[in-house]
């Protein structure tokens, strides 16, 4: 088969497409055909040298995939051959074939094309664990997600509307901003204007957010404990911002206040099996009701994953930048 490798750490030139080994499956694994895979930010790190795969896994890029099951490993139940899926993975979607634990494959949801499903997995699998199963989002409250027009912005947007709270989002420009409110956002905030505690603050009567998501990190922790609500939730899920922040602690006391910072990737398969099934038990009755809905923002041949790069390095993107893999 063919793979986007890495010979050597750098920009999107880094990636190169070459021909490398078929994987086989081994205990509790399938083969996937890939037909689609889609690029996040832990791509882009992996890809300058700053995140490597787990130790054992295939070293190519990819969290996520769509495709069809080529075949079974030894104790894979409940799946056949020629299942169309999508998967959450540890690395590898960056391939024409991928390999899967079973606890981790989704059926491709109603009203969704196998292409676009690839868009899914890994943005309902950081969001639903973070915002629902860590932070507790609950109806009424309300939710601040940074990077608003982000791919796991514009998934947080619809999931916090379909249980009923209020979304403030930040997001850079008036054209981001108005994508984010057709999804649903309550509170648009351009950050390259505007003070988002500020604006927080008047927009809820000075209570702040419940919860906040975060993929910006240190250069935002001290203004994100200003933004909490009393008994506020922060999740930290990303580290554009940095790595080392001032924390506030008597801040964070005054408002009897939590801090999370979770990573999906490195988490074990016990508990990404369970962030699975919990994301086809809430969430796929949601996209199939067409309630919520995939964001592309476009779709790149996946042997120029550099350009698809390119794309996330810039920022010019809404939603999910896929990759389709090249067939037979």
């Not at 999107?12 to 895979?37: C, F, I, Q, R, T």
């Not at 981001?176 to 809820?204: H, M, N, P, S």
Request: hydrophobic share 45%.
């Amino acid at each position: 088969m063919h793979a986007i490798t890495i010979p050597e750490p750098g920009g999107p030139e880094a990636l190169v497409w070459a021909e490398v080994p078929d994987p086989v499956p081994g205990e509790g694994e399938v083969l996937v055909e890939v037909v689609a895979s889609a690029v996040n930010r832990a791509d882009l790190l992996q890809r300058q040298g700053f995140y490597d795969p787990p130790p054992g896994t295939l070293p190519y890029p990819g969290l996520e995939c769509s495709g069809r099951i080529a075949a079974l490993g030894p104790g894979a139940s409940g799946w056949s051959v020629g299942d169309e899926v999508c998967a959450l993975l540890v690395g590898g979607g960056y391939a024409q074939k991928v390999l899967v634990p079973v606890g981790q494959l989704l059926p491709v949801p109603d009203g969704v094309d196998l292409v676009t499903a690839a868009a899914l997995p890994e943005v309902t699998s950081t969001v639903w664990s973070n915002v629902f199963m860590i932070a507790h989002l609950r109806p009424g409250e309300t939710l601040l997600v940074h990077g608003g027009a982000s791919g796991i912005g514009t998934m947080a947007i619809q999931l916090a509307k379909a249980v009923g709270a209020r979304v403030a989002v930040t997001a850079g420009g008036p054209e981001k901003l108005a994508r984010c409110a057709e999804l649903g956002a309550d509170i648009l905030i351009d950050y390259r204007e505007q003070d988002f505690v500020e604006e927080l603050l008047k927009a809820t009567d000075g209570n702040g957010a419940d919860v906040i998501l975060d993929i910006v990190g240190a250069k935002y922790l001290d203004r994100n404990v200003k933004a909490l609500a009393i008994n506020g939730r922060l999740a930290v899920i990303g580290l554009q911002g940095g790595v080392k922040g001032e924390l506030n602690l008597g801040a964070l006391l005054r408002k009897r206040a939590a801090i999370t910072a979770t990573t999906l990737r490195a988490r074990p398969l016990h508990e990404k099996t369970a962030i699975v099934a919990a994301v086809r038990e809430h969430v796929w009755p949601l996209i199939a009701a067409g309630t919520v809905r995939p964001v592309v923002d476009r779709t790149v041949p996946m042997p120029e994953a550099a350009e698809a790069h390119r794309a996330l390095d810039s920022g010019s993107h809404v939603g999910k930048v896929l990759l389709l893999a090249p067939q037979g």
